[in-house]
Structures are given as structure tokens and as C-alpha cells.
């Protein structure tokens, strides 16, 4: 009897014309990444990737149309000259000079420390000039250099000081081109690595090209598309498109490689290239859409986090994940059908020979003690990744700056200089007021108010600035402040800012709103979110895959296994994850300075994607076990069968996705470092331990238990990969009608 699921129709309609399947989805990819190039991304306004009251602080500024430039700062220091010293003071009016030269006309608004008692440090042995950027603040990295040339020359004059430029600027300049270079880098690792593996596992260059190719072609479509979504509804571009190359790659990848072996082995046991290909598609083809769409309920739970980033981020993946499902069971179908034998043309040497599509001799060894002693074999691996899981408690988020780049980077170093000198200086808490005219002499004293009631808390310093929008309806007010920007000092700064300093004075102004923002208040307002908001996406995820699980399995215990044994996963690679990054012990190894913190956006999106991921392994594996099972194998028989037969799948997956997501470890940026380790850790175990210990132990102690489907719940529709169960499961014992 034919199948008659929705995989087996399409990979029926993609063999039979495989022309318009194969040509349409090259249509498709070169038209998506031509028109994205063409209309170009927008980048969603610093209020849209904001949270709560720093959102709204910003929103008073962008609606006020405040064009506040970019400020930046030359760090004069000596070791042994006080700032009386007339070389000093040389130093100090040459950067001034230099500064203000016609050489560099988008320097302006230059302040000497030399007039200004608050650029002095408290030392008396480091000044600050500063001085603005012409222009809008977003343009301003692009008029930069020419001023950092300028300071680099001072600095060749006065090899005793120290003279260097830091400021929102720079750092962005400095940012915007690692960041870049970065990317260009892992587009150039990935796709050669992938192929290398996929010579391995399948030993012919046709083989192993069409997974490269279907999955970079998923990636060119997925970014075209995304940058047409951005077009027309702005989002956070630069962390989207490193997120979209990194799980393309590895989907697309993963659900081809699931889809050729399958059709390789139907074709070793005998059956024609169409038969083949037809059995293909009706179960590793439905495996391959059931995935699909677990890791789309996944992505799906981003939306409700509730942040423009997290939006940004779901929707680029949901695409990415989409086309490289399409292309699955499309396009592979199409070619497939056309190449016939021919897909194993171009034999590698020795790694090239003909395979036999038999067992896994490793994971059958592995398999036979862990199905002999299935009560030890759970209880050790659940107790290790629960030990693994314990670091976690202890995690401590921020969000990314230009200081999680490498500290060899002169910008960064420069920046601990000058926050060393001047605390908080470099990381301000912002204070922006909003009211009919804010140059009132009434606003005028409640300035200055807001600057004593602040200095007296001892947690907010000098220098203090006020700068004014073009209408008069909006001041900004920068507060050094305690601390690096993101730890306790800092909260208490920002904390005693908004409850101690500003209340008092704000209620005696009429009709005023006043909010804060700055990095240690996104932080802090960012983290808040995500405690209140993350139990309603965990809700989301949990409870629709399983009942996506349900219907695919018609089980309800395999649904709550899998959660279960998914979130001991996530566990351990939260814990590892805060074990390397939070402590020094793994910095030489990785390359990295600990922040002491994991990226704020990080926890979140790992959860969702090491769900959505794992359930790849999960559905094809058990659906593999189910198929036998259907056919009346024993429950242990259909799970000792079932994993051996698809170990040197998941385990092929499983090395390209570890080394997709390994290369993205040897980026930079600490927030790529962080993405990169927790997912490759991650699918490491869970393509070891989860998948190939703890999966077929509890499948054995449940036995039959793991079918059971209460009779209330018969109604539900099926999605297994073979339609409708071949046979009523047996209900286990206890369960069994008494006749």
C-alpha cells in the first residue's frame, strides 16, 4: 500500500518533475537574494531593541527628533606627570590644536581640560578632551578614522604619555569591522569544513556537495528574504544574519544528510533508484518535516519574548529553517530522481569504497551495555548532566558591548584606561527629561538639583553633561557612574538614580516624564524582561511540541520523555556554558577576557534553539524505532534496531553541526564565542549521551508504556511518518482490558 503522507506526495510530485521543482527553487533563491540586496536592510531604532523604561527613555529622544552627536574622548596620561606639568599641559593643547585644525572639520565642540576642572582625574595624572563628531550619531563610525589618525600622530610626538582616543565613535568603527571580518571568516571556514565531513561520510564529491549546496542556497534565500522583512519592518540585521548562516548550515545540512542515507540504504537493500527514493521520501522525508516543524515551534516562542532582537532573530531563523526544509524535500527529491546511481559519481580514494548501509559498530558496542543494564546506564548519565547543570544556578547576564571584543584590541585597552581614570565615564546612565520647554529657568535649578542629589549619593560622578533637542521639549543628562557598567556598583548607582535622585526633584517639575537608559540600564531593564517573559515562552515551546510530539508518535509518554530528556541537555550546556565564560580557566584556550557575565540575549535563544535542534535527533531517530514497531518488532528489538541503523546518520549530523557551530567559537566577539561553544556542546551531548544512553534505557524500562495513548486522546490526527499506524500498538500490561 503506497503512502499517503504529505512527504511522500511531494517527493512523488519533485521525482516526476523534477525540472520544475529543481529550477523553481533556484528561481526562488537568485530572485529572494537579489531583491533583498537590491531595497537593502533597515536597522530597528535604538527603542525597538530596548526594554522597559530604557525603551522608553529612548523613544522621548527619537521623538523628539534629538540628534545628539557622538561624543568622543583623547586620554592624556603620564605615569610620573602630574597634569601642572608643562609638558603635560603641551601634550594637552597639541591634541586641542589638532583637534581643531581644518584637517578634521567634523571635530567640533572641542573641550579642553585644561578650563574644565571635571576632565581631570582625581589623580591629577590624566586629563579628558572631548569633543563631538558632526552629524547624526549612526554616521558618525564612518567619519572617524581621520580622527584617530590624527591622535595616533600627536601620541608619536610625546612618546613619554600616553595619548589616546576612545568614544562611542571609535568603538563602533572598531565594532562594525571586527564584526564584519568576523563574518567573512566563518562564510569562508564553514563551507569547505562541511564538505570535508560530508567526503567522510558519504565518499563521493556528488554526495556530499548536494548538502553544501541545497544548505547554502537555503542561507542565500533566507538572508534575501530577511532583508526584504527588514525592509519594510526594521530589525537587528548584524545578529540576525550571523544567526541565520549558523543554523542554515546546519539544518540544511542535517535534514539532507537524513534524506540521503535513508534513500542510499533502501537502495542497498535492494530496491530500485524510484522505489527507493519514493520509501525515502514517505519517512525520512516526514521525519524531515516533522523536525521542521518543531524547530519553527521553537523559533515561534521568540516572538512572545516580547524584544525587537528576539523578533528579529525568530524570523530570520523561521525562514532559514523553512527554505532548508523546502529544498529537503523538494529539490534533493528532484535531483535524486534524475541522478539515480550516478549520485555517487566522483569516489574519493579509499574513503570512496562501496559501503554497505549496515550498523553503527561503535554505537551497537555502546548500545549492548546500556540496553543490558538500563538501570545504571540512567542513573549515571542523568546524574552527570544534572552535575553538569549545577552551574547554571549561578549565571549572571549582560548585554554585548564593544568590550566583549578581544582586549589585544588598542580600543578596548584604551577604554579600561579611561574608566579606570574616570569611572563611569564611558558608560553613563542617562537621564532624559521631557516637558513643554526644558531651557526654563524652573529647568535650569532642577538641573543642578539633579547633579548635587546625584554627587551626594557617592555612586554618580563628574563629569555631568546637559545637552538640549532642537525643539526645547527634551533634555539628555549623562551620569558617570560606579562600577564597570553591568555589576553591583553599577545597579546601585543606577538604582539610587532613579529612586533617590530623580523622584524628588521631578515632582516639583509640571507636566515632566522622566526615564533612564545607558548600558547598565538596558541591561538591567533587559534582564527583567526576559525573568518575567521567559516562563511564557518556555509555556509556548514545551506545550506546543508536544503536541506536535503527540500526533507524530501517537504517545503521550515518548512527548514527555523527550521534553524531559531535552531539557537535561539545555542544563548541561547552560551549566558548561557559564563554567568557561564566566571564569578565567578557559580564556587562553578560546581566546576571550571574561566579562564574568553571559550575553543577556543568550540564554533565552539557546533554549529555543538546542530544543528545536535536539528534536531533529529525537524525530528521526524515534521514528525510525516507531516504523519498526508498527511492523511488530518488540519494543526493545524496534529500539535496539531503530539506533543502530540511524547512529551513523546522527552522528554525521551531529560532527557537522558541532563543527559549523565550532567555527563561530574561533570568532572574536564574546557573544559569537558564547553561541558558538553552547550550541556545539550542546548537540554533543546529545547526540552522545541523551541520544544513544538515556533515549534507549528509558525506552527499555518503559517497554511498552512508551505507546501508551489514553483512549480520550484516539481522536487526535496522525503525522506519522508512515500515515496511519500499520498496526494498533499493545497497550502494556497494567493497561490491558480484563477479558
Known amino acids: 500500500m503506497k503512502s499517503r503522507n504529505l512527504a511522500a506526495r511531494i517527493g512523488r510530485w519533485s521525482a516526476d518533475n523534477w525540472k520544475k521543482a529543481f529550477f523553481g527553487w533556484l528561481l526562488v533563491a537568485v530572485v529572494a537574494l537579489a531583491l533583498g540586496t537590491a531595497a537593502g536592510h533597515k536597522q530597528a531604532p535604538d527603542s525597538q531593541l530596548a526594554s522597559g523604561e530604557a525603551a522608553k527613555a529612548q523613544r522621548m529622544l527619537e521623538q523628539a527628533n534629538f540628534k545628539a552627536p557622538a561624543t568622543e574622548s583623547v586620554l592624556v596620561q603620564s605615569d610620573r606627570l602630574r597634569t601642572t606639568d608643562p609638558r603635560f599641559r603641551a601634550a594637552v593643547q597639541d591634541v586641542v590644536h589638532t583637534l581643531a585644525s581644518a584637517d578634521l572639520p567634523n571635530a567640533i565642540n572641542i573641550q579642553s581640560p585644561l578650563v574644565n576642572a571635571g576632565q581631570i582625574a582625581a589623580n591629577h595624572q590624566a586629563v579628558l578632551v572631548q569633543f563631538d563628531v558632526r552629524g547624526d550619531a549612526d554616521q558618525a563610525k564612518n567619519k572617524v578614522q581621520p580622527m584617530l589618525d590624527a591622535v595616533a600622530r600627536v601620541q608619536r610626538s610625546y612618546p ?62 533566507a538572508i534575501g528574504l530577511y532583508s526584504l522583512y527588514t525592509h519594510l519592518v526594521p530589525g537587528d540585521f548584524t545578529t540576525t544574519q550571523s544567526v541565520i548562516l549558523l543554523i542554515g548550515m546546519a539544518v540544511g545540512v542535517d535534514y539532507s544528510l537524513f534524506y540521503l542515507r535513508r534513500e542510499r540504504e533502501e537502495r542497498h537493500a535492494g530496491r530500485s533508484s524510484r522505489e527507493a527514493l519514493l520509501r525515502t521520501a514517505a519517512t525520512s522525508g516526514q521525519a524531515v518535516l516533522i523536525s521542521g516543524a518543531t524547530v519553527l515551534v521553537a523559533m515561534g516562542g521568540m516572538l512572545l519574548a516580547g524584544n525587537k532582537t528576539f523578533t528579529s532573530i525568530a524570523i530570520g531563523t523561521m525562514l532559514v529553517v523553512l527554505c532548508a526544509v523546502i529544498g529537503s524535500v523538494t529539490v534533493l527529491a528532484a535531483l535524486l530522481s534524475k541522478l539515480g546511481d550516478r549520485v555517487d559519481k566522483g569516489r574519493i580514494p579509499i574513503i570512496g569504497r562501496k559501503r554497505a548501509a549496515g550498523e553503527s559498530r561503535l554505537w551497537g558496542f555502546v548500545l549492548d551495555r546500556v540496553l543490558r543494564r538500563p538501570v545504571v546506564s540512567v542513573a549515571l548519565s542523568a546524574a552527570l548532566l544534572v552535575a553538569l547543570s549545577v552551574p547554571a544556578l549561578s549565571m549572571h547576564t549582560k548585554l554585548p558591548s564593544f568590550t566583549d571584543l578581544p582586549h589585544s584590541l588598542s580600543i578596548v585597552s584604551t577604554f579600561q584606561r579611561v574608566q579606570k581614570a574616570f569611572p563611569g565615564s564611558q558608560t553613563p546612565a542617562v537621564m532624559v527629561v521631557h516637558a513643554k520647554d526644558v531651557t526654563t529657568p524652573q529647568y535650569g535649578r532642577a538641573f543642578v538639583d539633579f547633579q548635587e542629589r546625584a554627587r551626594a549619593t557617592g555612586l554618580l560622578y563628574r563629569p555631568f553633561h546637559v545637552t538640549i533637542s532642537p525643539d526645547h521639549t527634551v533634555a539628555r543628562v549623562d551620569f558617570s557612574i560606579a562600577g564597570n557598567g553591568d555589576n553591583k556598583a553599577s545597579i546601585s548607582a543606577l538604582n539610587a538614580l532613579r529612586h533617590d535622585v530623580i523622584p524628588p526633584v521631578a515632582k516639583t517639575l509640571p507636566g515632566v516624564a522622566v526615564a533612564v537608559t545607558g548600558q547598565t540600564a538596558g541591561t538591567q531593564d533587559f534582564n527583567n524582561q526576559m525573568k518575567s517573559r521567559a516562563p511564557l515562552v518556555f509555556a509556548f515551546v514545551l506545550g506546543l511540541a508536544f503536541l506536535l510530539l503527540l500526533m507524530t508518535f501517537r504517545s503521550i509518554v515518548i512527548p514527555i520523555k523527550s521534553i524531559v530528556l531535552n531539557l537535561l541537555s539545555v542544563g548541561a550546556a547552560y551549566g558548561i556554558l557559564v563554567a568557561i565564560f564566566q571564569h578565567h580557566w578557559a580564556e587562553g584556550i578560546l581566546g576571550f577576557k571574561s566579562n564574568h557575565a553571559i550575553t ?63 567555527i563561530f567559537a574561533t570568532l572574536r566577539s564574546t557573544d559569537m564565542k558564547e553561541l558558538g561553544v553552547g550550541l556545539a556542546i550542546a548537540v554533543l551531548i546529545d547526540a552522545t549521551v541523551v541520544r544513544a544512553v538515556l533515549l534507549p534505557a528509558t525506552m527499555k524500562l518503559l517497554g511498552d508504556w512508551n505507546w501508551y495513548l489514553p483512549r480520550w486522546l484516539q481522536w487526535l490526527p496522525s503525522l506519522s511518518a508512515e500515515g496511519a499506524p500499520a498496526q494498533q500498538p499493545p497497550q502494556p500490561r497494567a493497561m490491558r482490558p480484563a477479558h
Open 600 to 662: 543577556s540575549w543568550l540564554p533565552l535563544f539557546l533554549f529555543v534553539i538546542l530544543f528545536g535542534l535536539s528534536m531533529d535527533y529525537h524525530v528521526f531517530i524515534l521514528t525510525r524505532v516507531k516504523e519498526l514497531h508498527d511492523r511488530g518488532m518488540k519494543t526493545e528489538d524496534a529500539v535496539s534496531a531503530g539506533i543502530r541503523r540511524t547512529a551513523g546518520t546522527v552522528t554525521s549530523a551531529a560532527i557537522v553541526m558541532v563543527a559549523v557551530f565550532a
Open 160 to 221: 613619554d604619555l600616553r595619548i589616546e582616543e576612545f568614544g562611542q565613535a571609535s568603538a563602533n568603527h572598531v565594532l562594525a569591522e571586527t564584526l564584519g571580518k568576523d563574518f567573512q571568516k566563518a562564510e569562508r571556514l564553514t563551507l569547505p569544513l562541511t564538505l570535508i565531513i560530508l567526503l567522510f561520510a558519504f565518499g563521493s564529491l556528488v554526495a556530499a556537495g548536494l548538502p553544501v549546496l541545497l544548505a547554502f542556497s537555503a542561507v542565500l534565500a
